[in-house]
Each structure stands twice: as structure tokens, then as C-alpha cells.
């Protein structure tokens, strides 16, 4: 018979073995995790190219492995393969934080920090997902005037246009049916703003995308002389079309953001510092600039976004 003193002298022994081997596979688990690619994914339209060449390279430049799956398709794809754990990491818009938990009728979507805060905390405590700094730069509805009306008559705001249109300027909009019929969008804009639109001020296309808007403006099909667009759209500059500034904060925010699952995060925290003062760098003008250079110039994304960059280290 084993003495009681030689069998407890066994256990710990034992017990301390199989601690030292738990142990080691944690360290190689998390050994493991940190030399995984950080899976990058983006939206397949030009501003999500542009948006995900940035990250990708600014990550890869700070040493962070990285795996491209650029342009992977449209929000739902992307965020679904988000939440799934196939990606890792893509650039989201705050506003679709509405979408993504029902609560489309909240006032915190019009609000650029209620909207971040909002889905930040809704999308960490369900999917442990994490949304890092956001640009100043707002993808919203907008409407957006020739240069040469917004210089002459001064008009920066949508507050200014009321005040041209109520004055009895020449106007005329070129938009989609969704925009002239959707109470969150035109109908939105001239109860807050004070103004009204007749038939004659309205070219409406059907099934009309803002590339055809922006054309009809630019071309002034039929007199138009202003369009519905999104506020970073990469042919405004080059059709010096001007986006009027939704002062009152109708339109839900949508802010571009980093957005990462949490476990990669905390494999990787440098990625919330590398990625902070590129997207500190995107108002506005400069992501229309960005997204100009590839919808009108035809540079590959790519390249847009290395020059970018490389001007942030100068």
C-alpha cells in the first residue's frame, strides 16, 4: 500500500503538471492568435476600396499581418461575415447602426457622438465588436448645388437655399424617386428647413443613383442646376457640385469607422493607434477628394491610398 504522505506527494506533483501543460497551451493559443492575419474586408463600392486600402496598408506598414478581402460585397455580406468570425475587420457607418438593432426611429442617429457611443455599446455587449475612432467625414444624404449658383447667391447651407427659394431663385433638382417620396429624405429637409419644391423644380429619375444626379446637374439636363448626392460622392469636386451643409442635423449620421471583433483587438491593440490619426484625416473634402481620384480619374485604390498615406508621414 502507496504511504498517504508518497500519494499526496504524487497528486500535487500531478496537479502542478497539468497546470504547466494548461498553461503552455494557453501561451501557445495566444502565440497562436497574435501571429494570425488580421483578416481586412470592406463594402464593394469605391468609397469601401478606398476606406479598406487604407486600413490594410496602414496595418501592414505597423507590422500587423494582415489578409486582404477588400471589396467583399454589400453591407450585409460584410457585416454578416463580421459577426461569423470570417473577417476581422472592415470600415462601417455609424448611422447603419440603426439598421443593425432596430432602432431606426431614434434621435441618436442624428447626432455624430450619441451615434457612435449608441453602436458602440449595443454592438460590443451583443457581438463583441469594437468601433474605433471615426472620420469626421459624413456619407449622408445631401444635396448638392452647381459651384457657380453657390458662389454667386453664397449658399453653403441648406438654412441659405430656403432663403434663395423663398426669394424666388432659379431652381431645379434632379433626384431619385426614393429621395422625392421618402419622408426621412426631401420631404425631411423642407418641413425643417422651411421650403417647398414644386413639380417644375424636380427632374426625377427613375431608379436614379447619384452618378446619374450629379451628371444631370453638371450637363444641367433640362435646367437642373442641383442634385441629390451623398456627401462624400467622389464626383462632386470634379463636377464642382457643392454639398450644402445639413445644419440642423436632419439626415442620420454616417461617419466611417474601423470596426473589429474584440479578440482580434486585444491580439493586436496597436491597431486602434495606427488607425486613429488616418481617419482623424478624412472631413469631408478630402474623402470626396480620395474617392474623385478613383470614380473620375480612374486610379486604382490602391495607389490612392498609399499617396494618402504617405502624405500623413511627411
Given at each position: 500500500?502507496?504511504?498517504?504522505?508518497?500519494?499526496?506527494?504524487?497528486?500535487?506533483?500531478?496537479?502542478?503538471?497539468?497546470?504547466?501543460?494548461?498553461?503552455?497551451?494557453?501561451?501557445?493559443?495566444?502565440?497562436?492568435?497574435?501571429?494570425?492575419?488580421?483578416?481586412?474586408?470592406?463594402?464593394?463600392?469605391?468609397?469601401?476600396?478606398?476606406?479598406?486600402?487604407?486600413?490594410?496598408?496602414?496595418?501592414?506598414?505597423?507590422?500587423?499581418?494582415?489578409?486582404?478581402?477588400?471589396?467583399?460585397?454589400?453591407?450585409?455580406?460584410?457585416?454578416?461575415?463580421?459577426?461569423?468570425?470570417?473577417?476581422?475587420?472592415?470600415?462601417?457607418?455609424?448611422?447603419?447602426?440603426?439598421?443593425?438593432?432596430?432602432?431606426?426611429?431614434?434621435?441618436?442617429?442624428?447626432?455624430?457622438?450619441?451615434?457612435?457611443?449608441?453602436?458602440?455599446?449595443?454592438?460590443?455587449?451583443?457581438?463583441?465588436?469594437?468601433?474605433?475612432?471615426?472620420?469626421?467625414?459624413?456619407?449622408?444624404?445631401?444635396?448638392?448645388?452647381?459651384?457657380?449658383?453657390?458662389?454667386?447667391?453664397?449658399?453653403?447651407?441648406?438654412?441659405?437655399?430656403?432663403?434663395?427659394?423663398?426669394?424666388?431663385?432659379?431652381?431645379?433638382?434632379?433626384?431619385?424617386?426614393?429621395?422625392?417620396?421618402?419622408?426621412?429624405?426631401?420631404?425631411?429637409?423642407?418641413?425643417?428647413?422651411?421650403?417647398?419644391?414644386?413639380?417644375?423644380?424636380?427632374?426625377?429619375?427613375?431608379?436614379?443613383?447619384?452618378?446619374?444626379?450629379?451628371?444631370?446637374?453638371?450637363?444641367?439636363?433640362?435646367?437642373?442646376?442641383?442634385?441629390?448626392?451623398?456627401?462624400?460622392?467622389?464626383?462632386?469636386?470634379?463636377?464642382?457640385?457643392?454639398?450644402?451643409?445639413?445644419?440642423?442635423?436632419?439626415?442620420?449620421?454616417?461617419?466611417?469607422?474601423?470596426?473589429?471583433?474584440?479578440?482580434?483587438?486585444?491580439a493586436y491593440p496597436r491597431i486602434e493607434t495606427l488607425l486613429a490619426p488616418v481617419f482623424a484625416a478624412l472631413d469631408r473634402d478630402t474623402l470626396q477628394r480620395l474617392n474623385g481620384d478613383v470614380a473620375?480619374?480612374?486610379?486604382?485604390?490602391?495607389?490612392?491610398?498609399?499617396?494618402?498615406?504617405?502624405?500623413?508621414?511627411?
Amino acid at each position: 500500500m502507496q504511504p498517504a504522505l508518497t500519494r499526496f506527494t504524487a497528486a500535487v506533483a500531478a496537479t502542478l503538471m497539468s497546470l504547466t501543460t494548461t498553461q503552455a497551451l494557453a501561451q501557445e493559443s495566444a502565440s497562436d492568435a497574435a501571429q494570425a492575419p488580421v483578416v481586412v474586408a470592406s463594402k464593394i463600392d469605391t468609397e469601401g476600396s478606398v476606406l479598406g486600402q487604407l486600413i490594410l496598408q496602414r496595418l501592414a506598414a505597423g507590422d500587423i499581418p494582415v489578409e486582404d478581402r477588400l471589396q467583399l460585397g454589400v453591407t450585409s455580406i460584410v457585416r454578416g461575415a463580421l459577426t461569423a468570425g470570417e473577417i476581422d475587420l472592415y470600415p462601417e457607418y455609424t448611422g447603419n447602426g440603426a439598421f443593425f438593432f432596430d432602432m431606426t426611429d431614434s434621435a441618436a442617429w442624428k447626432d455624430p457622438a450619441q451615434a457612435l457611443e449608441t453602436v458602440r455599446q449595443k454592438d460590443r455587449e451583443a457581438n463583441d465588436l469594437v468601433w474605433l475612432a471615426p472620420a469626421e467625414a459624413n456619407n449622408t444624404w445631401a444635396i448638392s448645388v452647381r459651384g457657380e449658383l453657390a458662389r454667386e447667391h453664397d449658399l453653403t447651407s441648406l438654412e441659405d437655399l430656403a432663403g434663395y427659394l423663398n426669394e424666388g431663385g432659379d431652381f431645379k433638382l434632379a433626384a431619385s424617386a426614393e429621395f422625392v417620396e421618402s419622408p426621412q429624405a426631401l420631404p425631411a429637409f423642407q418641413e425643417a428647413y422651411g421650403f417647398e419644391l414644386s413639380e417644375d423644380e424636380l427632374l426625377v429619375l427613375s431608379g436614379g443613383n447619384t452618378a446619374a444626379t450629379m451628371r444631370a446637374a453638371a450637363r444641367q439636363t433640362s435646367g437642373v442646376n442641383a442634385a441629390m448626392t451623398y456627401g462624400t460622392d467622389g464626383g462632386l469636386k470634379a463636377l464642382d457640385l457643392m454639398v450644402l451643409d445639413d445644419s440642423l442635423g436632419v439626415q442620420p449620421v454616417y461617419q466611417p469607422a474601423p470596426v473589429v471583433r474584440g479578440e482580434v483587438l486585444e491580439a493586436y491593440p496597436r491597431i486602434e493607434t495606427l488607425l486613429a490619426p488616418v481617419f482623424a484625416a478624412l472631413d469631408r473634402d478630402t474623402l470626396q477628394r480620395l474617392n474623385g481620384d478613383v470614380a473620375v480619374n480612374g486610379r486604382a485604390p490602391a495607389q490612392v491610398a498609399s499617396d494618402f498615406l504617405d502624405s500623413l508621414d511627411e
